[in-house]
């Protein structure tokens, strides 16, 4: 069986996606796409041979289309993803999976009435080789009880329209989703705390960000958020336990000795750094598409999830660094939960 995919949205992260189901996943064909700029979603359909739809509606609608990829505006993800629900269509949805707790509970609430998961979100850092491998580990009990997990997320440059809650929003959200699945516990609480500001920043923002996070069974999380650090795309991750500690590993590169110096080149933005990571995530969900079964990915309920924290962390942030309480729901069963 091919998986007929219509994707909404043809910005960059949509045609990326397309590429990817087009050359890189077996088993996966795009049938149908849609984008508010219709000319720009008439041209890349045109490059897979795909049907253009005038909206998102008429596109899950089609029977030409098994399964939905929304890769559209953040504000019109709730809308596509409630008629993939209502179709009872698989959706793959880009992060956020709603730019509300609201909204993502809205979601969480249809599908729970459609009684199986159909939605996966796209924090692909769970596909990762390296944080699956830490997964293990914490997993396997070796380290002990996880005490303390030290975070970094580093980007060279930002352009003028990232705004400061951006970085829990757009940024920090990878590490709240990808902590939460590795240490298979929820935060609590979060704090935001800026300190002394670089200068390589535009005006408005505030770079760099510390933000600590407290889980329900009392791991400490401290993050530094740095999108404006220079020297490329760092992403670092360690957890401390009781009998030792398991270190997210850099990027395989070869070491280079000239003119006096030992070095690694770093790479410079996130589509290096997580390319494998996207595509095994896509692999994943086709399969589980193709064989009719839940995607294994993150959930919904994930998604809400994580809009609940950045939440908690913007309002920290807005009030000079208070420690915020996580004001979440208590998780359904269809997600593993017992409400």
């Known amino acids: 069986m091919t998986v007929r995919v219509g994707v909404i949205g043809a910005g960059m992260i949509g045609q990326d996606h397309i590429r990817r189901l087009t050359d890189v996943v077996t088993g996966a064909q795009v049938t149908a796409v849609t984008d508010i700029d219709q000319a720009r979603a008439a041209e890349v359909a045109a490059r897979v041979g795909a049907t253009v739809f005038p909206a998102g509606s008429d596109l899950i609608a089609s029977p030409d289309v098994d399964a939905v990829l929304v890769t559209s505006w953040g504000p019109t993800h709730a809308e596509h993803v409630l008629n993939a629900i209502a179709a009872g269509?698989?959706?793959?949805?880009?992060?956020?999976?709603?730019?509300?707790?609201?909204?993502?509970l809205r979601i969480v609430e249809a599908e729970r009435a459609h009684g199986r998961r159909?939605?996966?979100?796209?924090?692909?850092?769970?596909?990762?080789?390296?944080?699956?491998?830490?997964?293990?580990?914490?997993?396997?009990?070796?380290?002990?009880?996880?005490?303390?997990?030290?975070?970094?997320?580093?980007?060279?440059?930002?352009?003028?329209?990232?705004?400061?809650?951006?970085?829990?929003?757009d940024t920090a959200v990878h590490e709240i989703d990808v902590l939460r699945w590795l240490l298979d516990d929820e935060i609590v609480s979060a704090q935001v705390i800026t300190p002394r500001a670089t200068s390589q920043r535009f005006g408005h923002l505030k770079d760099p960000q510390l933000m600590y996070f407290e889980t329900a069974n009392g791991v400490r999380i401290d993050l530094e958020v740095f999108v404006n650090c220079q020297y490329g795309y760092d992403i670092q991750c360690e957890t401390v336990g009781e009998a030792g500690l398991v270190r997210l590993p850099d990027p395989a590169a070869v070491a280079v000795r000239t003119a006096g110096q030992h070095g690694t080149?770093?790479?410079?933005?996130?589509?290096?750094?997580?390319?494998?990571?996207?595509?095994?995530?896509?692999?994943?969900?086709?399969?589980?598409?193709?064989?009719?079964?839940?995607?294994?990915?993150?959930?919904?309920?994930?998604?809400?999830?994580?809009?609940?924290?950045?939440?908690?962390?913007?309002?920290?942030?807005?009030?000079?660094?208070?420690?915020?309480?996580v004001d979440m729901k208590p998780r359904p069963a269809l997600y593993g939960g017992t409400a």
């Not at 698989?90 to 909204?103: G, M, N, Q, R």
């Not at 997964?135 to 060279?156: D, F, M, W």
């Open 118 to 169: 159909l939605v996966q979100v796209g924090f692909m850092r769970r596909f990762d080789a390296g944080y699956r491998q830490m997964k293990e580990v914490i997993t396997s009990g070796s380290l002990g009880a996880p005490l303390i997990v030290h975070c970094a997320h580093r980007n060279p440059t930002v352009p003028e329209s990232y705004t400061s809650v951006m970085a829990a929003q």
């Open 89 to 104: 269509k698989p959706v793959f949805c880009e992060k956020p999976l709603a730019t509300t707790a609201e909204d993502c």
């Open 265 to 325: 080149a770093v790479l410079q933005d996130w589509k290096g750094r997580f390319a494998d990571a996207f595509d095994t995530e896509f692999r994943e969900w086709v399969a589980s598409v193709e064989a009719g079964t839940e995607p294994t990915g993150p959930s919904a309920w994930d998604g809400y999830a994580a809009t609940v924290i950045t939440d908690a962390a913007v309002r920290s942030l807005d009030s000079d660094g208070t420690v915020v309480t």
